[in-house]
């Protein structure tokens, strides 16, 4: 089946106006290939550049954030570090039609449910346009689909949007108005969990008897510890809001990036002593170790490239056998460790 074939088959709406592109699926194919550890992640993120210009934004809609706190619970400096992580302040809104994006991903995403993913997505856009009234075919964002100024995705959009101060459709993309994105982005949070005395991460001293398996933030996981350096590298606490923000964005790197932003825009910079020596493997090093640890009898249940919850269980169990640290952090050490070790 074509790209055409299947726009027949699906009887979408906008079947005739769509646009196959293959930077798209080149972007989608590639996007874990440079992995930066959280150390280089922060510092990319996190400039001091983007933290003035936070508190200069802070500023100018200081009133309208306070409205939004009030409504939501989700304190301002959130909200502006959000904005600033996802789009740099609405200044990167995407350079792709939205609609291209999904039609192309959800025909040639690898794999059946990433393609299932990307086509709800598609019929959320097609809901947006019959229920809201938006023309969705000149919609801008980003090669995965996402649109506004805090980057959400059409079901995102269908299920919590929320105009700052109206019952009009919620403009999430207004390129001079961010209002209805800052809503929306505190709506979100507020209904995934957001608790508004609650804290996102705290530094702590590394807890007696901690099991590292079941350290990290996740989606099963409303609090808990999380070591992202392994057993010498700090540690930290979280709750419930660590959860709400990695459900916004399912990356550990991303809760941090945003603990570590909206603390700065608050005037609480935190100081985080990194470990030396613990530099993370990359992707397709990942992928070699999976495919090696399940060779030594230690099931990672597949070869993605991708350091889950059954690659970590494995590299455990491994660590236990040749009287290492148990702490399933994938570092250059063990890597080498690793592969030094004789076939079975």
């Keep these: 089946m074509n790209f055409n074939e299947f726009l027949e088959k699906?009887?979408?709406f906008f079947k005739d106006k769509v646009i196959f592109n293959k930077e798209v699926l080149f972007q989608d194919e590639n996007q874990s290939?440079?992995?930066?550890?959280?150390?280089?992640?922060?510092?990319?993120?996190?400039t001091k550049r983007r933290v003035d210009v936070g508190k200069e934004k802070l500023k100018?809609?200081?009133?309208?954030l306070k409205k939004i706190q009030k409504d939501w619970g989700v304190p301002p400096e959130v909200i502006i570090a959000i904005w600033g992580i996802e789009t740099n302040f609405g200044e990167i809104l995407g350079g792709y039609r939205v609609v291209d994006s999904l039609a192309t991903l959800a025909f040639g995403a690898r794999g059946k449910k990433r393609r299932a993913l990307f086509k709800s997505e598609l019929l959320a856009l097609e809901m947006i346009k019959n229920e809201k009234g938006i023309e969705v075919e000149s919609?801008?964002?980003?090669?995965?689909?996402?649109?506004g100024h805090t980057q959400f995705m059409p079901t995102t959009y269908l299920k919590f949007s929320a105009p700052f101060e109206s019952k009009k459709v919620p403009n999430i993309w207004n390129k001079e108005n961010p209002l209805d994105a800052f809503s929306s982005a505190a709506c979100y949070l507020k209904n995934v969990g957001w608790v508004e005395e609650g804290f996102i991460l705290k530094k702590v001293n590394k807890p007696k008897n901690i099991n590292y398996l079941k350290t990290g933030i996740n989606l099963t996981r409303e609090k808990g510890f999380t070591a992202p350096f392994g057993h010498s590298g700090p540690h930290f606490k979280f709750g419930k809001n660590?959860?709400?923000?990695f459900h916004y964005n399912r990356s550990e790197l991303y809760v941090f990036s945003v603990w570590v932003f909206s603390s700065a825009l608050e005037n609480k910079p935190q100081k985080i002593l990194w470990p030396k020596n613990r530099e993370q493997i990359s992707s397709s090093e990942t992928w070699v170790m999976q495919e090696r640890l399940t060779q030594l009898g230690y099931d990672t249940f597949g070869a993605d490239g991708k350091f889950g919850n059954n690659t970590k269980k494995a590299l455990i169990g491994f660590q236990k056998t040749i009287g290492h640290t148990p702490d399933g952090f994938p570092d250059k050490l063990i890597f080498k460790k690793l592969l030094s070790q004789p076939s079975p």
């Design 10 to 12: 699906e009887a979408l």
């Design 33 to 46: 290939q440079h992995l930066l550890s959280l150390q280089r992640y922060l510092e990319k993120t996190v």
């Design 60 to 64: 100018i809609w200081e009133n309208q």
């Design 139 to 147: 919609l801008m964002g980003s090669w995965a689909g996402a649109f």
């Design 242 to 245: 660590a959860s709400a923000i």
